[in-house]
């Protein structure tokens, strides 16, 4: 067989069963998972255009037969309920438990999104508890936590549909737990107070030397605890005793607590020492239940952190799933939670729903349905290597919904003033408010007539249509030359103007006139600019008609 051709035909089955017809565009982005890279596109797309052709001329009868001739791939790595493998039984016992653990630094972006939805997306599929836990510890001085930014990640999971349960956890309301656990592994002879410097620190750690701090008994340790609660920022932290010559240098007697003298936003300085990820997660993870953990691959020192520390107090181990990064090629600009807190709060961007900021909340200014960021996440899978997906397939998934329900307008860009001398007396014409509905609009067609500046930079002299109205030759002063719809050129026009411009995906405006059916749009109502692409109404500024682009 060709490369990916067995994947290809059991997601076109698959695909095929569930829907009715199987669909090149979902086939896709499933095979990324499959290790199909971008520049191997072009070569697997006559292959997926034969097999979705074959499997679509069966009945479902021969599609079943068919699956059954995969010898298990189908049905064992590929044929997955909701595109999402069966996970393991937790030694944690109970109901299934997931959790969500935001750090409050700005809002949910595409990125982070992913992972978030698929720990719903299973809590869903398993009639499972789902938790969102914030994880506002005290960060670091280049990632902190923002008070804003707590309303702006709950607003992003209600859109997106996700149902945990109430109350929200937050971290900073559990500092008290989480220093009766420091204390118990002091009394354990587990973890130590350490003063050391840090080139001290790391040299010792590099030769496999402990530290002399370590060496005192839990009595003192004790001690040197409590004394830590006045030390000074940066004087001392708390560490865990591992073994120092654990292969992994970064393991050996990793810090628990440290000092930190910021105001928190939502505690204020009520606290000076604070834990750290791992600390925090392991013993949250134990007294919340969480039978499932969900996490990104960078994270994996954190879990062999957090499973040493469950073993010191012979806990049962949640089953820990790492799934690899989703980079989104083909995305204006890059996402960047620090880059774009930092231009949020200068001023470059207009706010968290700018949409070079990718949060939830320009996504949904823009126009991208929740139904098709999640059908996304789910498409994509758990996927346990770092794969690349295109952002493209996000907007095919979005354009399938759109296509069918959003009315059709004209816009022209940087737009050009054509006169017209023999209009046949022409004074309105009716155009398709959409190719697959009988409603129509009408439209004032006058002497003057604006077209693109690109389709008057490509075609200027030449003989073109003006969709759904007559032909001409394209000049600044013309005639009309025909009303039969002739094989040339079909471009897009407007008379009756509105001044409208456009906020593209890198915060841009384009500016242009749009036809007068857009007068009576809905604020926030979804509609395509006819061979420019889907925008969503935003409002009219100064008379001007505001639309945020979604995609092509």
């Known amino acids: 067989m060709k490369p990916f051709e067995k994947e290809i035909i059991a997601y076109a089955l698959q695909n095929a069963l569930k829907f009715g017809k199987a669909d090149a565009g979902k086939i896709l982005p499933k095979l990324f998972q499959h290790g199909l890279k971008r520049e191997d596109i072009g070569g697997v797309m006559p292959l997926i255009s034969e097999i979705v052709k074959k499997v679509n001329s069966m009945n479902d009868k021969e599609r079943l037969k068919e699956l059954e001739n995969f010898e298990g791939i189908a049905r064992k790595k590929v044929f997955e309920t909701k595109g999402l493998p069966a996970l393991k039984q937790s030694e944690v016992s109970g109901k299934m438990t997931f959790r969500l653990a935001p750090f409050p630094s700005g809002a949910l972006h595409i990125g982070n999104a992913k992972t978030y939805l698929l720990n719903a997306l299973y809590a869903e599929e398993y009639d499972a508890d789902l938790l969102l836990v914030i994880d506002d510890t005290i960060g670091s001085v280049e990632k902190q936590a923002d008070k804003e930014s707590y309303d702006l990640i709950e607003d992003g999971f209600k859109w997106l549909g996700v149902n945990y349960k109430k109350p929200v956890i937050y971290k900073s309301d559990r500092l008290e737990i989480y220093y009766k656990y420091a204390k ?220 069918a329900g959003t009315n059709r307008y004209f816009f022209v860009a940087n737009p050009v003033k054509i006169e017209i001398e023999n209009n046949l007396g022409l004074k309105e014409a009716k155009l398709p408010l959409h190719p697959d509905k009988k409603d129509m609009r009408t439209v004032k067609v006058g002497k003057k007539i604006f077209v693109s500046g690109e389709d008057w930079e490509k075609l200027k002299g030449k003989e073109v249509r003006l969709l759904h109205l007559f032909n001409l030759t394209l000049d600044e002063k013309t005639k009309i030359t025909s009303i039969e719809n002739k094989n040339i050129p079909k471009i897009h026009w407007v008379s009756d103007k509105v001044d409208a411009r456009v906020l593209m995906p890198d915060g841009k405006w384009i500016e242009g006139f749009a036809d007068s059916g857009i007068e009576h749009l809905r604020k926030y109502e979804v509609i395509q600019f006819e061979r420019f692409g889907f925008v969503r109404y935003d409002g009219t500024k100064k008379g001007v008609k505001e639309f945020w682009f979604a995609h092509r």
């Open 184 to 403: 118990e592994l002091i009394e354990k002879n587990k973890a130590y107070v350490c003063y050391c410097i840090q080139e001290e620190l790391r040299e010792n750690r590099a030769k496999g030397v402990e530290c002399s701090c370590r060496q005192f008994p839990p009595g003192i340790q004790l001690e040197r605890w409590k004394e830590m609660f006045n030390a000074k920022e940066g004087q001392a932290v708390m560490r865990i005793k591992t073994n120092m010559t654990d292969p992994n240098p970064a393991f050996r007697d990793r810090v628990l607590f440290k000092i930190s003298d910021r105001e928190h936003p939502r505690v204020g300085k009520k606290y000076r020492v604070w834990p750290t990820l791992e600390m925090s997660w392991a013993i949250d993870d134990h007294l919340l239940k969480i039978t499932h953990i969900l996490r990104g691959n960078e994270l994996m020192i954190e879990t062999k952190m957090e499973k040493y520390i469950w073993d010191i107090f012979k806990w049962k181990h949640p089953e820990v799933i790492h799934v690899g990064i989703v980079k989104l090629e083909g995305l204006v600009g890059k996402i960047s939670k620090s880059k774009s807190t930092k231009e949020v709060k200068s001023g470059v961007y207009t706010g968290w729903d700018d949409p070079r900021t990718w949060s939830i909340q320009s996504l949904i200014r823009r126009g991208i349905l929740k139904e098709s960021i999640r059908e996304f996440v789910k498409e994509i899978g758990l996927n346990r290597q770092d794969i690349t997906v295109p952002i493209d397939s996000l907007y095919a998934i979005n354009r399938k919904t759109l296509d």
